[in-house]
């Protein structure tokens, strides 16, 4: 449902209260009270067959009495009672219910199950059970048991521990910090994370979002929201339960370095989310972003009266990432000409401990004027030779006044170490964020710096994958499929080996061997060229050949060969009884003296699906533990960003006398294993250890992988299984217009970008006005990332291109609203293009995309003086009626099911 009556949970125009008591110490009884004092202004109704009156207000006894129906109803009423309240409100007409009764249970036969039936029946939204409550200040609703009400503010907080919640709340009123909305959500029987994200992410109020966060259950649900909501505003996520995955059995390395909240961190990343680890990070979080604070880069300047606080905040800074801003030979001089002789002359601006609030203003004003820092940190600590007060003032006056000078004014943090609440009340009446540590407050930066990044990484434009790499996924596909008919969970090596054909990876050659002097007899080739021999146990029954003596190295002869085979398979018995042993496999060893190992996989996560893993490899893998984890697809970008985060990606630089590893290759690789982790959703778990990687290339060794039967319900797409959607190629088309022109039609891809540069300048202003509805004179990259770069589970953007010449000459999109019933069109053709019948064959597509996708309708707003669009929209079968909002634009619309049912 989404965002479906998430507007009148957030701003009802009435409410009422069952299960309100008239006992001190009820929960009922609190949320009235929270609801009366907080200035709900609309009708309040009280339900309580046992009481004539409470607090004042009269009571009914059931909501059916009630002679209108309220938007929200909020429930208090003892767990077994909860179910009938539910469907009495879905009777009635009320838009949603907040669940505060915990203790109803969960999965079928529950009273939670009861009660979410009882609302989908009539589309009640559902918030809990088992919360806190919803405020909504702008709003005046208070429809919580919390301890306070807080002010008005831009900050939503969405919830799934009401102690958070609480917590948060109580310390946001003692920093004077509003709140925009405040969403404790329990149990999630109905609304969840999600859905909030995608309606906060919309809402005026909301400047910025934090989540507190136990558990996904609908990880593509999520993702596709968060990665909505990240690029409109900041969302800053803790997640708890970090150490709580437990060590499950895992099949291969990969699998066993995957745990779950390492999954969650990736996933976090890739939504562009800036994650925080405990209550003090999440509460330095809200200061900064209820002070509206941007930060644009990483390069901080400190200003201290004491160098020793300085210096442990430059440590802080590089421990975070961050980086201390050069000062240049200009705003040196500058300072010098103001400050004693004995200042530091680099950053930290040490301007000595006798420094009083006029040296403190001339520093500051000065540092704010240089171009070379992102934002200026302010450090005092407090001595008998200055007054910690007078300095505050001093600093927040310079503060509040280059706001007013400059359009995007400098961001200033301060951290007075040891002062009093008349000093915070100072800078929080100036709007400053403030902290009591230089620690903090580094980490504040640090928290908008790298949220400032991740935003700029979601923005950014991948390189192009090499044109040759096509993998051959139907007959991947077709391996995995026969073994799974066969009951097998473990592919083959040889079918290893033709999937990692199939993906182009390179590896090393393999011949099975049943009998120890059938494997001789195999080896004789790799002697005679002058190699030696690897000799593995084969056995469906033993993965972990080195584990039981199954993997024997560098064979130099026949006897040798037949030797090791003989006892290799006495030691594999020994050690695994009842395993079926069906011969051996012979290698040829591969001389790459300068390769470094490398694991490279796929394993299977609960909440999120297939993911990649990629680290240090060899026997010792799990016990170093170095590794980094992404969601599949992936692009190079994100593969060179998983190389970096590993420390063995300081091996694969140039050292001595080895060159540097081509990690192009490697990321290549990791790409190209992404892709199979899409493509083929059966395999669970894939490991390639080692993955050799030199200035050369790479070269798989040994693969594992695991593959199992979809488990999901008849009807799905195996896609489903991935948490982001992947590069949707089923929709690539073949067009021939009228006049032969041949065209071909894909779904947009972020490397796109610099193809749409000329398309646009080939397009008349007077077409870019009817489709942007305003001039458009620059086409900069925050212009075009916002083209083609698309999340594919909520929009579609169909290119034309032109077959002959390789250029755009249209684009047609779509995108749903967050209730996946409705989608909004726009189209654009190169001006000498159109009435060529382009337009007409893309609208088609971009229809049957949307009956696909299971909408309802498809819309659009058109200018009065675009005829032509007009024209078309008729012809289609569009009803066109006046925008009620907007004299100049008509609304069309087109019902995709009346088609569909007709």
Request: net charge negative.
């Amino acid at each position: 449902m989404s965002t479906y009556r998430l507007d009148r949970l957030l701003a009802p125009r009435s409410i009422a209260v069952v299960g309100a008591s008239p006992r001190d110490k009820s929960v009922g009884g609190a949320v009235l009270r929270n609801l009366r004092d907080g200035g709900f202004s609309g009708p309040l109704a009280v339900v309580n067959p046992a009481y004539a009156e409470i607090d004042g207000l009269p009571t009914v006894t059931s909501l059916s009495a009630l002679p209108s129906a309220p938007d929200v109803v909020v429930v208090t009423v003892p767990p077994q009672a909860v179910p009938q309240v539910v469907q009495d409100a879905a009777e009635i007409g009320a838009s949603a219910a907040i669940i505060i009764t915990a203790g109803l249970g969960h999965g079928p036969g529950s009273y939670a199950e009861a009660a979410n039936r009882a609302a989908r029946a009539r589309g009640l939204r559902l918030i809990g059970p088992n919360c806190l409550g919803v405020i909504a200040p702008h709003a005046g609703m208070n429809a919580s048991f919390s301890a306070s009400t807080p002010a008005r503010g831009s900050i939503a907080l969405v919830s799934q521990s009401g102690a958070v919640a609480a917590g948060l709340l109580e310390w946001a009123a003692r920093r004077n910090i509003g709140f925009s909305a405040l969403a404790s959500i329990g149990d999630q029987v109905d609304v969840d994370t999600a859905d909030l994200l995608d309606f906060l992410a919309l809402d005026r109020d909301t400047k910025a979002i934090l989540l507190y966060i136990e558990q996904i259950k609908d990880a593509r649900k999520f993702m596709s929201a968060a990665r909505a909501a990240a690029r409109i505003k900041p969302v800053v996520v803790m997640k708890a339960g970090r150490h709580s995955q437990g060590a499950r059995a895992a099949a291969t390395h990969t699998g066993a370095l995957a745990g779950s909240d390492v999954v969650y961190d990736a996933a976090f990343r890739r939504a562009g989310l800036l994650r925080v680890f405990d209550l003090a990070e999440l509460f330095d979080a809200a200061e900064t972003l209820s002070r509206g604070v941007t930060v644009k880069g990483g390069r901080l300047a400190i200003l201290t009266n004491g160098g020793g606080l300085g210096v442990l905040a430059i440590d802080r800074l590089v421990d975070l990432g961050g980086e201390p801003a050069q000062l240049s030979a200009a705003t040196r001089s500058r300072l010098d000409a103001v400050l004693p002789p004995t200042w530091s002359k680099s950053n930290p601006v040490d301007i000595i401990g006798d420094a009083d609030p006029a040296r403190y203003s001339a520093a500051l004003a000065i540092l704010i004027e240089d171009t070379d820092n992102d934002a200026v940190l302010v450090l005092n600590v407090q001595t008998a030779l200055g007054s910690d007060r007078e300095t505050a003032k001093a600093v927040a006056d310079v503060v509040v006044a280059q706001r007013s000078k400059w359009v995007h004014p400098k961001p200033v943090f301060v951290a007075w170490v040891g002062s009093g609440a008349d000093v915070a009340n100072t800078f929080t009446a100036a709007g400053i964020p403030h902290f009591e540590t230089e620690s903090d407050a580094v980490g504040a930066f640090m928290h908008r710096a790298d949220q400032h990044r991740a935003i700029r990484n979601l923005m950014r434009t991948p390189p192009t994958l090499p044109g040759d790499f096509k993998p051959d996924s139907a007959g991947a596909r077709r391996i995995v499929a026969q073994a799974i008919a066969e009951g097998r969970q473990w592919l083959t090596q040889t079918e290893a080996s033709a999937l990692m054909t199939a993906y182009d990876i390179p590896h090393t050659p393999i011949f099975i061997a049943t009998t120890p002097e059938d494997a001789a007899r195999l080896s004789e080739k790799i002697f005679k060229e002058g190699g030696a021999a690897a000799l593995k146990i084969l056995s469906p029954d033993i993965i972990h050949k080195s584990d039981v003596g199954g993997v024997r190295l560098n064979l130099e002869d026949r006897t040798a060969v037949v030797d090791e085979a003989r006892t290799m398979n006495q030691r594999a018995k020994a050690a695994v009884p009842n395993a079926r042993l069906e011969g051996f496999i012979v290698q040829p060893m591969v001389s790459r003296p300068n390769a470094r190992e490398l694991i490279v996989g796929i394993a299977d996560d609960a909440t999120f699906g297939p993911i990649v893993v990629f680290g240090q490899g060899g026997t010792a893998v799990e016990v170093v533990d170095d590794k980094t984890i992404a969601l599949p697809p992936l692009d190079l970008t994100l593969a060179h960003e998983m190389i970096a985060g590993t420390r063995v990606a300081r091996t694969l630089r140039a050292y001595r006398n080895t060159p540097a590893a081509n990690t192009d290759a490697i990321a290549l690789t990791i790409v190209k294993i992404a892709q199979m982790a899409c493509d083929i959703p059966e395999l669970r778990e894939l490991d390639i250890n080692p993955l050799l990687a030199d200035e050369v290339g790479v070269l798989a060794i040994d693969a594992r992988m695991l593959v199992k039967p979809l488990d999901r319900p008849a009807g799905e797409t195996p896609r489903t299984r991935l948490a982001i959607r992947p590069y949707p190629g089923q929709w690539e088309r073949q067009l021939t217009l009228a006049d032969g022109m041949r065209v071909f039609v894909r779904p947009v891809r972020p490397e796109d970008e610099p193809l749409f540069v000329p398309f646009l300048q080939a397009t008349t202003q007077e077409d870019l006005r009817l489709r942007f509805f305003a001039p458009i004179k620059e086409f900069g990259h925050d212009f075009l990332a916002r083209l083609t770069q698309i999340d594919y589970a909520r929009a579609m953007a169909l290119v034309a291109f032109e077959e002959k010449s390789g250029q755009i000459i249209g684009v047609v999109r779509l995108h749903s609203d967050a209730n996946f019933e409705e989608g909004e069109y726009a189209i654009l053709l190169r001006s000498d293009l159109k009435g060529r019948g382009l337009g007409w064959k893309m609208m088609e597509l971009i229809m049957e995309y949307g009956r696909a996708e299971g909408l309802k309708r498809i819309s659009g707003q058109v200018l009065h003086d675009n005829v032509t669009m007009l024209r078309m929209c008729q012809e289609l079968g569009f009803t066109i009626v006046q925008d009620s909002q907007d004299e100049s634009l008509f609304v069309v619309s087109y019902d995709l099911q009346a088609e569909k049912t007709g």
